[in-house]
């Protein structure tokens, strides 16, 4: 995510996606909804949203602020169709007027982004991009409405070790184009040896930009943060739980739910297969293929299909084997966080960061970097456990001892 587009000239980098956006204001009441049935279930679902008599496809960011902005929720359309729904909002609320962002490719079609107040200050996207090659953001990414730039702090940015490795302290400003929310800053590491970054999405780690109000400039509150952005004791906290991290076991648990997210992604296409990106030389996803193969396929895990979960088991181990298991679904929630696997949380950390910086999408970054920030705030499974278990060898043998219990299981 953050060194996915890595330049000195934002700029030219946003302008090569050829995008552009455009501000309109309407009533919701004169706002019209297509249906087509869902090739599985045969219900109803939206196709495509009008506004002033043009077509445009909803994202789940248009959704999402339209709740926002008029206090209701999706399970309303399950009893009232959309016109009716949009008819009675705008017959109670005073001000039904709202303003649209809507997102148009090199081909003109648009895509409908946020809905906010007419009367709320907005970044506008042309304006944002100049700051920031003015300000040169050492990467910027652009995805469904949100640029998100990286910077290093004017203060605090040297490099310093963690579990062998160099980092240096950077800090990435998410912001909104389209209306929906404020710009918000995360505190972020950069991984020197592979250039992986990390960023502590969640809101331990996030400061809010305040823009002001009706027709403020906006542009005063966006430069004081990039002159002068410092955060001591933020960065002292996130520091303290990436060592921490380097010092505990990753659980069953932990490692089940990166994995199913990382499956999801795949799923979805957020993740691009494109192993030969990594750096040589580090420790790397790359380095977790190296396994006999049998006509191509790598012995032991040939009907996983992507490599890159391949090499996740091959870091974490497969539970399942480790513990005597048909299915990691007969333990409980309780037990898979008090059973490790054969890696560190510190593993998971830099093997997430890695896809979300070199093969992920923005979408899919933005994902894996919701679940650092999520774990990075939270105590471990097992935090420090690796001061009183060395190997995991020694960890697991008394681990699996409990686990083969026939009363554990029952738990």
């Given at each position: 995510?953050?060194?996915a587009?890595?330049?000195?000239?934002?700029?030219?980098?946003?302008?090569d996606?050829n995008?552009?956006?455009?501000?309109t204001f309407?009533?919701i009441?004169?706002?019209?909804?297509?249906?087509v049935?869902?090739?599985k279930?045969?219900?109803?679902?939206?196709?495509?949203?009008?506004?002033?008599?043009?077509?445009?496809?909803?994202?789940?960011?248009?959704w999402?602020?339209?709740?926002s902005?008029?206090?209701?929720?999706?399970?309303?359309f399950?009893?009232?169709?959309?016109?009716?729904?949009?008819e009675?909002?705008?017959?109670?609320?005073?001000?039904?007027?709202?303003?649209?962002?809507?997102?148009?490719?090199?081909?003109?079609?648009?895509?409908?982004?946020?809905v906010s107040?007419?009367?709320?200050?907005?970044?506008?996207?042309?304006?944002?991009v100049?700051?920031?090659?003015?300000?040169?953001?050492?990467?910027?990414?652009y995805?469904?409405?949100?640029?998100?730039?990286?910077?290093?702090?004017?203060m605090?940015g040297n490099?310093?070790?963690?579990?062998?490795d160099?980092?240096?302290n950077?800090?990435?400003?998410?912001?909104?184009?389209d209306?929906?929310?404020?710009?918000?800053?995360?505190l972020?590491?950069?991984?020197?040896?592979c250039?992986?970054?990390?960023?502590?999405m969640?809101?331990?780690?996030?400061?809010g930009?305040?823009?002001?109000?009706?027709?403020?400039?906006?542009?005063?509150?966006?430069?004081?943060a990039?002159?002068?952005?410092?955060?001591?004791?933020?960065?002292?906290?996130?520091?303290q739980?990436?060592?921490?991290?380097?010092?505990?076991?990753?659980?069953?648990?932990?490692?089940?739910?990166?994995?199913d997210?990382?499956?999801?992604?795949?799923?979805?296409s957020?993740?691009?297969e494109?192993i030969?990106?990594?750096?040589?030389?580090?420790?790397?996803?790359?380095?977790?293929?190296?396994?006999?193969?049998?006509d191509?396929?790598?012995?032991g895990?040939?009907?996983?299909?992507s490599?890159?979960?391949?090499?996740?088991?091959?870091?974490?181990g497969?539970?399942?084997?480790?513990?005597?298991?048909?299915?990691?679904?007969?333990l409980?929630?309780?037990?898979?966080?008090?059973?490790?696997?054969?890696?560190?949380?510190?593993?998971?950390?830099?093997f997430a960061t890695?896809?979300?910086?070199?093969?992920?999408?923005p979408?899919g970054?933005?994902?894996?970097q919701?679940?650092?920030?999520?774990?990075?705030?939270?105590?471990?499974?097992?935090?420090g456990?690796?001061?009183?278990f060395?190997?995991f060898?020694?960890?697991?043998t008394?681990?699996?001892?409990?686990?083969?219990?026939?009363?554990v299981l029952?738990a």
């Amino acid at each position: 995510m953050v060194a996915a587009l890595a330049t000195t000239a934002p700029v030219a980098v946003l302008a090569d996606q050829n995008i552009s956006f455009d501000y309109t204001f309407m009533p919701i009441r004169e706002m019209r909804v297509t249906t087509v049935p869902h090739p599985k279930t045969g219900k109803p679902v939206v196709d495509r949203v009008y506004v002033q008599d043009e077509p445009l496809v909803p994202t789940d960011r248009f959704w999402w602020s339209l709740y926002s902005r008029y206090g209701f929720n999706q399970a309303f359309f399950k009893y009232f169709d959309h016109a009716e729904v949009f008819e009675r909002i705008s017959k109670v609320e005073g001000n039904d007027r709202m303003r649209l962002c809507i997102e148009r490719d090199e081909k003109k079609n648009g895509t409908l982004l946020g809905v906010s107040k007419p009367e709320k200050p907005i970044v506008v996207y042309d304006e944002l991009v100049n700051m920031l090659g003015r300000y040169q953001a050492a990467s910027v990414t652009y995805s469904k409405g949100i640029v998100e730039s990286t910077h290093s702090p004017r203060m605090g940015g040297n490099i310093f070790d963690i579990a062998g490795d160099k980092f240096a302290n950077r800090f990435v400003m998410a912001t909104p184009v389209d209306g929906y929310g404020a710009p918000n800053i995360y505190l972020s590491l950069l991984r020197e040896v592979c250039q992986n970054g990390m960023i502590g999405m969640s809101k331990a780690f996030r400061s809010g930009l305040t823009l002001g109000k009706g027709d403020d400039d906006v542009g005063p509150s966006m430069t004081r943060a990039l002159d002068g952005f410092s955060s001591d004791e933020g960065y002292a906290a996130l520091r303290q739980r990436m060592e921490v991290s380097a010092k505990s076991w990753a659980s069953v648990y932990e490692q089940n739910v990166l994995l199913d997210l990382l499956r999801k992604l795949y799923g979805q296409s957020n993740i691009i297969e494109e192993i030969g990106q990594t750096v040589v030389g580090a420790k790397n996803i790359r380095g977790y293929l190296n396994a006999s193969t049998i006509d191509g396929r790598i012995e032991g895990l040939e009907g996983i299909g992507s490599q890159i979960l391949v090499a996740y088991h091959r870091m974490t181990g497969d539970a399942c084997q480790i513990y005597g298991l048909a299915n990691l679904d007969a333990l409980s929630v309780k037990r898979q966080r008090s059973l490790p696997v054969k890696c560190t949380v510190y593993d998971l950390i830099n093997f997430a960061t890695e896809v979300a910086t070199h093969y992920a999408n923005p979408t899919g970054a933005r994902a894996l970097q919701g679940w650092l920030g999520t774990l990075l705030s939270q105590e471990y499974d097992m935090e420090g456990t690796m001061d009183a278990f060395g190997s995991f060898a020694e960890f697991h043998t008394d681990a699996k001892a409990k686990v083969l219990s026939p009363k554990v299981l029952a738990a």
